[in-house]
């Protein structure tokens, strides 16, 4: 069983468009971190979400925390081809100190 | 941010070799490295956790005796796939932890694309 689950699985959108990418699960997290990784490359760190109800703004993505810390979702505004990349969501298993589990990943493709 | 590097970027080695690849945090020191695997289109999965000075913790499923790993030094963790098969072509990412007071953040290296002929 996934302990995160994100969707779309795929998503192909013209430049401009809005889109919004979830990540869910049954259980409570103390935080949660949404990544995008580049084909060929690690994944990089694009916020860290810790409160319930939490929104937080990166230039044109908005992330939020669910209110009961099981899910949250990502919002991107006016998408651009550089937005191009896999999602992901993690979270902590096992505490603040515990591994850092991710999801399957949102594929995005933006075209211009 | 602080930066982890991965060498090598890419490796191809014939079926039966042994590859070993390094992992490195630049400038600051990690107790603490992982390791992923990540096969085309799907997540990464963490292999195994990498301590300084002792061994390292695999997860279920992984071999100990085929993915050896030495974390000698504060900043470096190398992953040694033995007797590697075409089914080990995969890309190997590390990542280590930066500590910093009761906030901990994993950065990530660049990968490693192993391919095994």
Same mark, same amino acid.
């Given at each position: 069983?996934?302990?995160?689950?994100?969707?779309?699985?795929?998503?192909?959108?013209?430049?401009?468009?809005?889109?919004?990418? *979830?990540?869910?699960?049954?259980?409570?997290?103390?935080?949660?971190?949404? *990544?995008?990784?580049?084909?060929?490359?690690?994944?990089?760190?694009?916020?860290?979400?810790?409160?319930?109800?939490?929104?937080?703004?990166?230039?044109? $993505?908005?992330?939020?925390?669910? %209110?009961?810390?099981? %899910?949250?979702? $990502?919002?991107?505004?006016?998408?651009?081809?550089? %937005?191009?990349? $896999?999602?992901?969501?993690?979270?902590? *298993?096992?505490?603040?100190?515990?591994?850092?589990?991710?999801?399957?990943?949102?594929?995005?493709?933006?075209?211009? | =941010?602080?930066?982890?590097?991965?060498?090598?970027?890419?490796?191809?080695?014939?079926? =039966?070799?042994?590859?070993? /690849?390094?992992?490195?945090?630049?400038?600051?020191?990690? @107790?603490?490295?992982?390791?992923?695997?990540?096969?085309?289109? !799907?997540?990464?999965?963490?292999?195994? @956790?990498?301590? &300084?000075?002792?061994?390292?913790?695999?997860?279920? =499923?992984? &071999?100990?005796?085929?993915?050896? /790993?030495?974390?000698?030094?504060?900043?470096?963790?190398?992953?040694?796939?033995?007797?590697?098969?075409? &089914?080990?072509?995969?890309?190997? /990412?590390?990542?280590?932890?930066?500590?910093?007071?009761?906030?901990? &953040? !994993?950065?990530? =290296?660049?990968?490693?694309?192993? @391919?095994?002929?």
């Amino acid at each position: 069983t996934q302990l995160l689950e994100q969707s779309p699985q795929f998503l192909s959108i013209q430049e401009g468009e809005n889109l919004t990418v *979830y990540c869910n699960s049954s259980s409570v997290f103390s935080s949660l971190q949404w *990544y995008r990784q580049e084909p060929g490359e690690g994944p990089v760190l694009l916020v860290t979400v810790v409160t319930g109800g939490e929104v937080k703004k990166l230039k044109r $993505l908005t992330f939020q925390f669910g %209110d009961a810390r099981k %899910d949250s979702s $990502l919002h991107i505004t006016a998408a651009q081809p550089g %937005d191009t990349g $896999l999602y992901l969501c993690a979270v902590r *298993y096992g505490g603040s100190q515990g591994n850092l589990i991710f999801g399957k990943g949102t594929k995005l493709s933006v075209k211009p | =941010g602080a930066v982890v590097s991965q060498h090598p970027s890419w490796v191809i080695c014939k079926s =039966g070799t042994s590859v070993k /690849i390094e992992c490195r945090s630049l400038d600051f020191q990690a @107790t603490t490295m992982f390791w992923y695997r990540q096969f085309p289109k !799907q997540s990464l999965m963490l292999m195994a @956790t990498s301590n &300084e000075g002792s061994k390292a913790t695999y997860e279920q =499923g992984v &071999e100990k005796d085929k993915f050896l /790993i030495n974390h000698a030094s504060l900043t470096l963790s190398t992953l040694t796939v033995t007797s590697a098969h075409p &089914e080990d072509s995969s890309f190997y /990412i590390c990542s280590a932890t930066l500590h910093a007071g009761s906030y901990n &953040e !994993q950065f990530f =290296g660049p990968g490693t694309r192993l @391919t095994v002929l």
